[in-house]
């Protein structure tokens, strides 16, 4: 199945998401730092949800209280 998700306080602004079966499949970041959440897409692709979201939730930004990890993590916690 297809999610989008509009993300809060980061730099990226949406993710696009495959997950079947609890696998995770494509994933997309719609701005941000674009090396590295192309690099964090290539990471989680196949993994888990419940592993990806044990590895991301909770990651900060900078002074900020979220990253895009995290708002990934959130992202998939609303499929579960």
Request: hydrophobic share 30%.
């Amino acid at each position: 199945m297809t999610y989008t998700y509009q993300t809060r306080g980061t730099c990226s602004r949406q993710i696009n998401f495959e997950v079947e079966n609890g696998i995770i499949g494509d994933v997309s970041f719609v701005g941000g730092c674009n090396g590295n959440l192309k690099g964090i897409s290539s990471l989680v692709k196949g993994m888990k949800v419940e592993d990806a979201i044990a590895k991301l939730d909770g990651i900060k930004c900078g002074a900020k209280n979220t990253s895009c990890p995290d708002q990934f993590a959130q992202a998939l916690k609303s499929t579960l």
